[in-house]
């Protein structure tokens, strides 16, 4: 029997961060980030955000369960005020940008700090970087504050923040909700 039809397609899978497999997926997180992202992280930092939020952290695995996509959040109060997200490092693969792994991810960190009542949600991103001032605009960021020679290497940069208190922008990414006591776990239309 053969097989004359066009190669599946690559299956993607959205996982959170266990760290009972951080010999398996930490160095791929790590390449992978400190291929795309300016700063130069140590293993500590990762370590940092990973042992204390690694439920705010999500991976995209392809077939051979290679890391293609990541992003690494926190929550914690801020200042002494709102409960606020932070979402600090999100690469993807390059061959596999423009299929919505990055905007699925973002909406997944998102989503699991709604769940542990975040009022807000903030990051920073090089001015320069309009691939990823697009995705977070769309999902409902606004500019915070503009910060000169924010990064190492000298780039300026946008703190972006999302409103999620009632009465100040509060937002829906379509991947869960509470409603009337109802989840909803079907993606939205919208976004």
Do not use: N, W
């Given at each position: 029997m053969s097989d004359d039809g066009p190669p599946a397609p690559t299956e993607l899978r959205y996982v959170?961060?266990?760290?009972?497999?951080?010999?398996?997926?930490?160095?791929?997180?790590?390449?992978l980030i400190s291929k795309d992202l300016s700063e130069p992280y140590s293993?500590?930092?990762?370590?940092?955000?990973?042992y204390q939020w690694?439920?705010?952290?999500?991976?995209?695995l392809d077939q051979e369960s290679t890391v293609?996509?990541?992003?690494?959040s926190k929550l914690e109060p801020h200042r002494g005020g709102p409960l606020r997200g932070y979402i600090a490092m999100l690469a993807v693969k390059e061959e596999h940008r423009g299929k919505g792994i990055a905007t699925k991810l973002v909406r997944m960190a998102i989503d699991a700090m709604i769940e542990r009542h975040a009022e807000e949600i903030a990051l920073e991103t090089e001015i320069t970087n309009q691939a990823a001032m697009k995705l977070y605009e769309r999902l409902g960021f606004l500019r915070s504050k503009r910060l000169h020679r924010y990064y190492l290497n000298g780039n300026t940069a946008y703190r972006l923040v999302l409103y999620l208190k009632e009465g100040t922008?509060?937002?829906?990414?379509?991947?869960?909700?509470?409603?009337?006591?109802?989840?909803?776990?079907?993606?939205?239309a919208s976004v």
């Open positions: 959170q961060y266990d760290s009972a497999k951080e010999l398996t997926y930490l160095s791929s997180i790590r390449q293993i500590y930092v990762y370590r940092y955000f990973l690694g439920d705010l952290c999500f991976m995209t293609v996509g990541v992003v690494v922008g509060y937002a829906r990414t379509g991947y869960h909700f509470e409603d009337d006591g109802q989840s909803d776990m079907a993606p939205s």
